[in-house]
């Protein structure tokens, strides 16, 4: 549907959803526009969904294809599930930009790209043998040329800033463009800047003077004879916020100490992915909570276990190279049975492997990853927005069953993004808990004895040291079975390893839900994670073709849903794609003797939907021939 604004040339075309990339060097401020535009579109009352996908480098070679940084946002006035397979436009800053993305974006697709800076040199760095702009190649899209930085430059020529300062600013020029074509707000961005660079103010007017000069060009010049809109979607009624999964996770963790009546404690050392943590946390001190950067990832944790030691809820977070790290502690966390927090970001591996890259990797770490029995239970949040009610959850069995818990989010959760409906406190579990504060000892003795277990939860009593009567030994050698001596009696580490595995065994987790609307599926598509949003929009594609396909996602991992196994054997086929290389599908097909279908990636890059889509077709048409 397209209708005419009233004495302009310009046609506004109606959308239901647009998927836009902004691609340039990292320096080129990328992530920074992409975050703004989706400020915008949230405040606006959009779905959206985002994928931030940048080097590792904090400043990667410029003008080659590694040091290449891209935002791509999906933004609809419907549920979204993902940031989309392919851009509709791609916003290309330089010819390395181009290169690396060009091939996602489909024919017809509208391309805006800088030219200024395809000059030969740029062109040779990345391989071009001529100019793409000139030599025809990309004719099957809309390719609109503009001098981003020529503009940029002479917009702020009057402010006296120096050439380089000026074209610091052209990603503003983008944002601004692109904020007119989709008829986004203005004032909150320009508020941002003024914020952002308050101690600069010249920097900030700069940066509002380009925006505005950007939102200007495309009023003025004819090259654009389209303009878009894409209505707000009808989301549930309440109040709304922009979220990424790790300012989710911190809030959640926020919201437990605020639950329990508990101080809370992070324990962490910074590490790619999962510093944001730290960093939103430490704002939070009026909330309880003590953030503190170790001098390593074993000090880190064993100052978090020490915490919950004392009282509070202890937290550390970190990636998988910081887990292998602090796996000992983790252990002696399951031998002194306290309650911890450990929330592992995954990222590419192994080693330092992909650090700013996403992938699933880790789940035979989480489950088996420490020596001896040292079992402990394992959650994973399906986007940014459920990282907040998975922290809770994750603290809520800690507390309850007197255990580590493993909480197993991954990059593109952690820096992605997604409208959060705020919760009211009345919607939040009561996570209180009670210390010991009295002797225990079952056989009169007056002793506390602190390994006696809660008949329903087999937690052990949590003692706050220094509490009059409680004197216990606490420690990493076996405990003897109520009393909590040392002990090497065979038979008492036996019966130990075995009721350390019942506890985690005996946690209740809600049984799994089945999307099916037929109701008579053949095939069922299991995730875990984040894979959630992929298999979710792939799922949707096949059944509007007209063929039957259910889904169930895994929050927790460890132990399985009690109902797990009989949905398993329900279906004729059970697919289960992963960022890895099949280690759900191995811990299933051990367990419940079900010879699942496993599909792997491991590019750094999550599942398009797309490509998961001809997956299910190809096995959905197998069964039913």
Not at 92 to 97: C, D, F, G, T, W
Not at 189 to 194: A, G, H, S
Not at 299 to 307: D, K, N, W
Request: glycine letters at 10%; a negative charge.
């Amino acid at each position: 549907m397209s209708v005419s604004t009233p004495g302009r040339e310009t046609e506004i075309r109606k959308l239901d959803r647009v998927v836009i990339r902004f691609a340039g060097d990292s320096g080129d401020g990328m992530q920074l526009t992409g975050d703004r535009f989706t400020s915008e579109a949230a405040a606006f009352g959009n779905d959206l969904a985002t994928l931030p996908n940048f080097p590792a480098e904090i400043r990667a070679p410029a003008g080659t294809l590694p040091g290449v940084s891209s935002f791509q946002l999906h933004f609809a006035d419907y549920d979204i599930l993902t940031p989309g397979d392919r851009p509709d436009v791609l916003v290309a800053m330089n010819p390395a930009a181009l290169k690396a993305n060009i091939a996602d974006l489909p024919p017809g697709g509208i391309l805006i790209v800088n030219t200024d800076e395809f000059s030969k040199r740029a062109l040779s760095k990345v391989g071009y043998g001529s100019d793409p702009l000139e030599d025809g190649s990309l004719e099957e899209f809309q390719v609109h040329k503009v001098a981003m930085a020529t503009l940029t430059r002479a917009a702020l020529e009057p402010t006296g800033l120096s050439k380089k300062d000026a074209e610091r600013s052209k990603n503003m020029f983008a944002l601004g463009l692109l904020s007119w074509m989709y008829h986004r707000p203005t004032e909150g961005t320009e508020r941002f800047l003024r914020e952002k660079f308050a101690k600069q103010p010249d920097i900030a007017e700069a940066n509002v003077l380009a925006f505005r000069t950007g939102w200007n060009y495309g009023e003025t010049t004819e090259a654009f004879a389209v303009t878009y809109e894409v209505a707000p979607a009808k989301l549930n009624a309440g109040t709304y916020r922009q979220i990424t999964g790790n300012t989710a996770l911190a809030y959640g963790i926020v919201a437990a100490g605020q639950r329990s009546e508990l101080p809370v404690f992070l324990g962490t050392y910074p590490i790619t992915p999962a510093s944001d943590i730290l960093h939103e946390l430490s704002k939070h001190k009026n909330f309880g909570v003590t953030t503190f950067q170790a001098e390593d990832e074993i000090a880190a944790v064993g100052a978090a276990l020490g915490a919950s030691y004392g009282g509070a809820l202890g937290v550390t977070t970190t990636s998988g190279p910081g887990v292998a790290l602090k796996s000992e502690t983790i252990g002696l966390a399951v031998m002194t049975e306290l309650p911890l927090l450990v929330v592992a970001v995954q990222r590419g591996g192994p080693s330092t492997g992909l650090p700013t890259k996403t992938e699933q990797a880790d789940l035979l770490q989480a489950m088996f990853g420490r020596n001896g029995e040292a079992p402990l239970p394992v959650i994973a949040p399906s986007t940014p927005a459920d990282c907040f009610a998975a922290a809770l959850e994750a603290a809520k069995i800690a507390l309850t069953y007197r255990t580590p818990v493993m909480l197993l989010s991954d990059g593109y959760i952690a820096n992605g993004s997604e409208p959060w409906l705020i919760p009211t406190t009345a919607d939040l579990p009561d996570l209180r808990v009670e210390f010991a504060s009295e002797p225990n000892a079952p056989d009169g003795s007056g002793e506390f004895w602190p390994y006696v277990r809660d008949p329903e939860t087999l937690a052990r009593p949590w003692a706050v040291p220094g509490t009059k009567g409680l004197e216990h030994r606490i420690g990493g050698l076996e405990k003897a079975d109520g009393k909590g001596n040392i002990s090497y009696d065979p038979d008492n580490h036996d019966k130990m390893v075995r009721l350390r595995q019942a506890k985690i065994d005996g946690v209740v987790v809600p049984d799994i839900e089945v999307e099916d609307p037929s109701g008579s599926a053949d095939v069922l598509v299991l995730g875990w994670g984040s894979t959630y949003g992929p298999i979710g929009a792939a799922c949707r594609r096949v059944r509007r073709q007209g063929m039957k396909i259910a889904h169930a996602h895994l929050r927790h991992l460890n132990p399985f849903p009690g109902n797990l196994g009989e949905v398993l054997r329900g279906y004729r086929k059970v697919v289960v794609p992963e960022m890895n290389l099949g280690q759900l599908a191995l811990l299933l097909r051990a367990k419940y003797l079900v010879d699942v279908i496993s599909r792997t990636k491991v590019s750094g890059l999550p599942y398009k939907a797309e490509e998961l889509q001809d997956v299910f077709i190809e096995i959905v048409q197998g069964v039913q021939a």
